[in-house]
């Protein structure tokens, strides 16, 4: 069969995925280096029956996707930078409301306006921690094109399933570097949509009544039946509750549908680390470089692995601490000061066999950042 090959960028990528996925609507504010995604959607989105719409900033983008997906649309919104701080707020009420929705923050360095046309990974425990509350989130990630489609695919189901928010971590590198995407046929990668309520107009719906699968049937605000949406704690109906009991079932419910489901979330590729003496963790455009460290020394006969994360939160442990195990020293390779770095040393049991190959200054770490911190564990440097 002819395959439908397309030469895009991560941003074009991200768009062609949500697309597939079965986007409806989309509200975002331009802001570098994301700007291409809601560029490419103003004209794609409406020929595939969507509605598009460029809102006044990045706080009103999130709030109109919540109430567009309330409404039973899927919806996305994109932003980088100090357009993702803004969104944290309303990011926290879709939590708390358990509004599918997808979230793309494309990395750039921070804080403040920082780089704007620069990569950077600064944002990974801003996806984890940024809105306020005690809560859980999903955040997946990618390190090219094909993958950046295929969690965007993945972002959407996680979405519909749990019903819960879901970012999109990528990072400007990813974003603006432009290669090859094979389109995959309609069919050919499973579509979750959205589970809708069967209970009748006019009898008592529960919009926050877990099933016996832990999954929330939806209902259409302002179709047939009528409910509550509030970002207080709140009974089944929806309606605000500082019942200890009701507050206390809630909060379990908001971090055990995610957490308690962390092994069916996890996202992860391995290469070579069956029998890796040393074992590179990244993720992002980060893992290209470690993958082409690993494929280099493999070639001189050292024993070097990678594990890349697609799956940044919920932390996939169980996967990283199995790894870990088998491997002499364990180095991270991030574009930040190290903070998929402590993730990984609490779930090592050698935390101190654990070291961070970083870049912060805006510039792509290169496989010459890794070898300097792998010749200094093999004693060969300083």
Same mark, same amino acid.
């Given at each position: ?9 991560g941003n074009?990528a991200?768009v062609?995925g +949500?697309?597939y996925a079965g986007?409806d609507?989309f %509200?975002?504010?331009?802001? =570098?280096p /994301?700007t ?8 794609r989105?409406?020929?595939?029956g969507?509605?598009f719409?460029q ?8 709030c109109?996707i919540?109430g567009?997906s309330l409404?039973g649309?899927k919806?996305?919104t ?7 701080s803004?969104?944290q707020e309303?990011?926290g ?10 979230v793309?923050n494309?990395q750039?360095g921070g804080p ?11 944002d990974?425990?801003? +996806?984890?921690?940024g809105?306020?509350?005690?809560? %859980?989130i999903i955040?997946l =990630?990618? /390190?090219?094109?094909?993958d950046?489609f295929a969690m ?6 996680l979405?519909?399933t749990?019903?819960?928010p879901?970012?999109?971590l990528?990072d400007e590198v990813?974003a603006?570097?432009?290669?090859r995407?094979?389109?995959?046929e309609?069919g ?6 959205r ?5 009748k ?7 926050y ?11 259409d ?11 207080l704690m ?11 009991k009701?507050?206390?079932g809630?909060?379990?419910?908001l971090?055990d549908?995610i957490q308690g489901h962390t092994?069916?979330?996890t996202r992860i590729?391995?290469?070579f680390?069956d029998d890796?003496d040393?074992l590179l963790?990244?993720y992002g455009s980060s ?10 020394r493999r070639?001189?006969?050292?024993k070097?692995?990678l594990?890349?994360?697609?799956t940044?939160?919920p ?7 199995r790894?870990?195990?088998?491997a ?6 991030e574009?930040?000061m ?7 040393k609490?779930?090592?049991d ?8 970083n ?9 010459t950042d890794v070898?300097n911190?792998l ?7 300083s």
């Amino acid at each position: 069969m002819k395959k439908n090959i397309l030469f895009v960028q991560g941003n074009e990528a991200c768009v062609e995925g +949500a697309l597939y996925a079965g986007l409806d609507f989309f %509200a975002g504010y331009p802001i =570098t280096p /994301s700007t291409e995604i809601a560029e490419l959607l103003s004209y794609r989105l409406p020929q595939n029956g969507g509605k598009f719409i460029q809102m006044e900033d990045e706080i009103s983008s999130m709030c109109a996707i919540i109430g567009a997906s309330l409404t039973g649309k899927k919806v996305m919104t994109a932003t980088s930078g100090p357009g993702f701080s803004l969104k944290q707020e309303a990011i926290g009420f879709a939590v708390m409301t358990e509004t599918p929705c997808v979230v793309v923050n494309v990395q750039r360095g921070g804080p403040s306006t920082g780089l704007p046309t620069s990569g950077s990974q600064g944002d990974v425990m801003q +996806a984890r921690w940024g809105t306020h509350g005690e809560h %859980a989130i999903i955040t997946l =990630t990618a /390190s090219n094109n094909q993958d950046v489609f295929a969690m965007t695919v993945e972002a959407f189901n996680l979405s519909e399933t749990f019903r819960t928010p879901v970012i999109l971590l990528f990072d400007e590198v990813v974003a603006h570097t432009r290669e090859r995407l094979i389109m995959p046929e309609q069919g050919e990668i499973n579509v979750v949509e959205r589970l809708k309520t069967s209970v009748k107009g006019g009898t008592d719906y529960h919009p926050y009544l877990p099933r016996e699968d832990g999954r929330l049937p939806m209902s259409d605000f302002g179709g047939i039946h009528r409910f509550n949406v509030t970002g207080l704690m709140h009974d089944m109906w929806g309606f605000p509750s500082t019942n200890p009991k009701i507050v206390y079932g809630l909060m379990h419910h908001l971090v055990d549908k995610i957490q308690g489901h962390t092994e069916e979330i996890t996202r992860i590729k391995e290469f070579f680390v069956d029998d890796a003496d040393y074992l590179l963790i990244s993720y992002g455009s980060s893992a290209r470089t470690a993958l082409h460290v690993v494929r280099n020394r493999r070639a001189r006969g050292e024993k070097l692995g990678l594990l890349e994360l697609q799956t940044l939160w919920p932390f996939p442990v169980d996967a990283v601490k199995r790894r870990c195990a088998t491997a002499d020293y364990v180095i991270v390779v991030e574009m930040n000061m190290g903070q998929i770095l402590h993730e990984v040393k609490k779930a090592s049991d050698n935390p101190d066999k654990v070291f961070l190959a970083n870049q912060i200054n805006g510039s792509f770490i290169t496989p010459t950042d890794v070898l300097n911190i792998l010749r200094i564990i093999q004693g060969k440097g300083s």
